[in-house]
């Protein structure tokens, strides 16, 4: 009876660090995608696609979740996630370059988000509420054709 509680707390831990570990992360990225017209055309909900993003980042990191390394991992994701210019890009590969092993596998992180957050996007579209149609962004105002040029008159 003990080694269950015993296994049963430790689940519980690790299941309560692996959460942890990934919520800068997803403030992060529910920030931003709060504010992005994709999200709003298609009413999706910008914490679903948030968890999806981290999902996809786990699955690609080494370890298990609540393996304390991962947490490093996340945090190298937020700063590649938030750089606002080349500089900074570099700066934050230079910065994570050992954790990842190499200047190449760093950049492929940086690089691999949009992968991420494309896939993600897609999932959210695919799985959208649609009242029976294919998901549709808002109605975007018509517009009218110019009118027809006159032909010129034949000869």
Do not use: W
């Amino acid at each position: 009876m003990k080694k269950l509680i015993v296994l049963l707390v430790a689940a519980l831990a690790f299941t309560a660090c692996a959460k942890k570990e990934k919520t800068g992360l997803k403030d992060v990225l529910i920030q931003r995608f709060s504010e992005d017209q994709d999200l709003k055309d298609y009413k999706l909900d910008p914490a679903d696609v948030a968890d999806c993003v981290i999902d996809e980042i786990s699955s690609t990191l080494p370890g298990f979740a609540g393996d304390p390394r991962r947490d490093e991992y996340f945090k190298a994701y937020e700063k590649f996630f938030d750089v606002k210019s080349a500089t900074d890009a570099e700066a934050s590969i230079n910065e994570f370059e050992r954790l990842f092993g190499s200047r190449q596998k760093a950049r492929e992180a940086a690089l691999g988000i949009t992968d991420h957050i494309m896939t993600c996007m897609g999932k959210a579209i695919e799985n959208a509420p649609t009242d029976g149609h294919r998901a549709q962004p808002a109605e975007a105002p018509e517009v009218k054709a110019p009118p027809a040029a006159a032909t010129p008159p034949k000869k």
